[in-house]
Nanobody, 114 residues
C-alpha cells in the first residue's frame, strides 16, 4: 500500500535551517508529483512545495526563496531544505502524492523558537 515516512524535524532557532526527508513506497515513485504540506495547531493543512516527475519545483509565496524541494528517484525519497526558518513555519510537515489520493504519513514536527 501507499506509505510515506517523514523524518528530520526538530527544534531550531529563528533563522536556522532543517532538512526534512520522506521515504515513499507502494507506488512508482519516479512517475508522480511529490509534495510537502504542513499543519499548525488550529489551522488547516497548507501546501508548502511540489516537485514534478521531471524535477520542476513550485512553492507558495510564503516559502519561496527559503525552502527547496528535491527528489532522489533511486531512493524513493523527497527532501525539503528549509532555510531562514521563522516561528510561523512551526508545524507538522507531511509529504504526499496528491495524484494518489489522501494518503498521509505520521508527519515530522518542526518547531522554530523566536
Amino acid at each position: 500500500q501507499v506509505q510515506f515516512v517523514e523524518s528530520g524535524g526538530g527544534l531550531v532557532q529563528f533563522g536556522g535551517s532543517l532538512r526534512l526527508s520522506c521515504v515513499a513506497s507502494g507506488f512508482t515513485f519516479r512517475n508522480h508529483v511529490m509534495s510537502w504540506y504542513r499543519q499548525a495547531p488550529g489551522k488547516e493543512r497548507e501546501w508548502v512545495a511540489s516537485i514534478s516527475s521531471i524535477f520542476w519545483a513550485n512553492y507558495p509565496a510564503s516559502v519561496e526563496g527559503r525552502f527547496t524541494i528535491t527528489r532522489d528517484n533511486g531512493k524513493n525519497t523527497v527532501y525539503l531544505e528549509m532555510n531562514d526558518l521563522q516561528p510561523e513555519d512551526s508545524a507538522v510537515y507531511y509529504c504526499t502524492s496528491v495524484e494518489l489520493g489522501p494518503h498521509w504519513g505520521q508527519g515530522t514536527q518542526v518547531t522554530v523558537s523566536s
